[in-house]
T-cell receptor, first 113, second 113 residues
Framework: NAGVTQTPKFQVLKTGQSMTLQCAQD?????MSWYRQDPGMGLRLIHY???????DQGEVPNGYNVSRSTTEDFPLRLLSAAPSQTSVYFC????????????FGQGTRLTVV | SQQGEEDPQALSIQEGENATMNCSYK?????LQWYRQNSGRGLVHLIL?????REKHSGRLRVTLDTSKKSSSLLITASRAADTASYFC?????????????FGTGTRLQVTL
């Protein structure tokens, strides 16, 4: 029972590079989200999806793209990495919308130098 | 902007004591959830309380919600060393169906033997 799987766990990027953070869930959840966690700031919502083919912006979407071609996968793309994107990124999924618990992956620690 | 503030930022207690954490939020909510995060790990859902509920229990956890004061508290009774973690409140606003959690800044709990 894998739950929510994120890869990679750690990544170092140079400024200007692009990369994709992978997120997959095996619980057939419709709702998936990406958050970033910075020291002293809790988690902030980047993008979310309510189902395959449907995505929307969260609180801090600039510099990130998402797509949802399947129910299982929700990759997060950094278009041109900046030091301000150094953070820990978490993917989450839930079977419903509001009022349902979210299941989180283990996180990806990203450093942009 | 961050929805919630948590108080205290850090709490150190001895095993067997009770731990109380408080969360305040700014706007009307649909529900409030509490999550635990062990160091270097993802978040784990603890308990959810809806806006029309005032108190909820789950094992050693007791959550209260006061919507007039826009605040919630999490009580962990008879703390154990394994309860050492960071605890976050997360709120879902009114309107729409998608879960777009807004997290507080968290309370770091240290339970010593």
């Amino acid at each position: 029972n894998a739950g929510v799987t994120q890869t990679p766990k750690f990544q170092v990027l140079k400024t200007g590079q692009s990369m994709t953070l992978q997120c997959a869930q095996d619980m057939n959840h419709e709702y998936m989200s990406w958050y970033r966690q910075d020291p002293g700031m809790g988690l902030r919502l980047i993008h979310y999806s309510v189902g395959a083919g449907i995505t929307d912006q969260g609180e801090v979407p600039n510099g990130y793209n998402v797509s949802r071609s399947t129910t299982e996968d929700f990759p997060l793309r950094l278009l041109s990495a900046a030091p301000s994107q150094t953070s820990v990124y978490f993917c989450a999924s839930s079977y419903g919308g509001k009022g349902t618990e979210a299941f989180f992956g283990q996180g990806t620690r990203l450093t942009v130098v | 902007s961050q929805q919630g503030e948590e108080d205290p930022q850090a709490l150190s207690i001895q095993e067997g004591e009770n731990a109380t954490m408080n969360c305040s939020y700014k706007t009307s909510i649909n529900n409030l959830q509490w999550y635990r995060q062990n160091s270097g790990r993802g978040l784990v859902h603890l308990i959810l309380i809806r806006s029309n509920e005032r108190e909820k229990h789950s094992g050693r956890l007791r959550v209260t919600l006061d919507t007039s004061k826009k605040s919630s508290s999490l009580l962990i009774t008879a703390s154990r060393a394994a309860d050492t973690a960071s605890y976050f409140c997360a709120t879902d606003g009114v309107g729409g169906t998608a879960s777009k959690l807004t997290f507080g800044t968290g309370t770091r709990l240290q339970v010593t033997l």
